[in-house]
């Protein structure tokens, strides 16, 4: 059972570069959430998709974009890579967005941006 | 502002002995508070979750206790083995809205032999 799945491990950009993170859940979950965490701060949500064709902000959006593609996919874009985006990025899945609905994480893309 | 702070930042202790963290928040109107286990290199694993109207909840060798009225939750962790060695992050929702987590940043723990 994979669980959360995220591609690539690891990614070194120059920056003004573009790259997609991608990420797929096998649980048939409905929600799903992009973070990032940075050393010495708590994960802060980028952007989420409550269910199947929608997407809403975060707390830290800006840069970013996202696509829902289907039920099990969510992937994140950077459009011009910036040295400030370096950082351990998160996808995470959940049944759905209420109380006791535990996420379950994926083990993250370290991104490098020179 | 909404934060959740986590104390120590770090901690070591020798195997088999016990341990407490904590963890204070200021998030209103509250709606469940979580523990999560962070190893190195991986993502981080749901302990437990609990609502405001429970006060203790156990996972294995991990109990968890809140106290709503303080805004103060703590993870005991008894008889530690060298598997427990990680980041433990306390992660609080309030009732806005039950998909935007506040993460702490986390109690580094290491189980020395």
């Known amino acids: 059972n994979a669980g959360v799945t995220q591609t690539p491990k690891f990614q070194v950009l120059k920056t003004g570069q573009s790259m997609t993170l991608q990420c797929a859940q096998d649980?048939?979950?409905?929600?799903m959430y992009w973070y990032r965490q940075d050393p010495g701060m708590g994960l802060r949500l980028i952007y989420y998709s409550a269910s199947e064709g929608t997407t809403d902000k975060g707390e830290v959006p800006n840069g970013y974009n996202v696509s829902r593609l289907n039920k099990r996919e969510f992937s994140l874009r950077l459009e011009s890579a910036a040295p400030s985006q370096t950082s351990v990025y998160f996808c995470?899945?959940?049944?759905?967005?209420?109380?006791?609905?535990?996420?379950?994480f994926g083990d993250g893309t370290r991104l490098s941006i020179l | 502002k909404n934060q959740v702070e986590q104390s120590p930042q770090s901690l070591i202790i020798l195997e088999g002995k016990n341990c407490t963290l904590q963890c204070n928040y200021t998030v209103s109107p509250f709606s469940n508070l979580r523990w999560y286990k962070q190893d190195t290199g991986r993502g981080p694993v749901s302990l437990t979750i609990m609502t405001f109207s429970e006060n203790t909840k156990s996972n294995g060798r991990y109990t968890a206790t809140l106290d709503a009225d303080t805004k103060q939750s703590s993870l005991h962790i008894t008889a530690s083995q060298l598997s427990d060695s990680a980041s433990y992050i306390c992660?609080?929702?309030?009732?806005?809205?039950?998909?935007?987590?506040?993460f702490g940043s986390g109690t580094r723990l290491l189980v020395r032999p």
């Open positions: 649980m048939n979950h409905n929600s």
């Open positions: 992660v609080v929702s309030g009732m806005d809205s039950s998909y935007k987590l506040i």
């Open positions: 995470a899945s959940s049944e759905a967005g209420g109380v006791n609905q535990p996420q379950h």
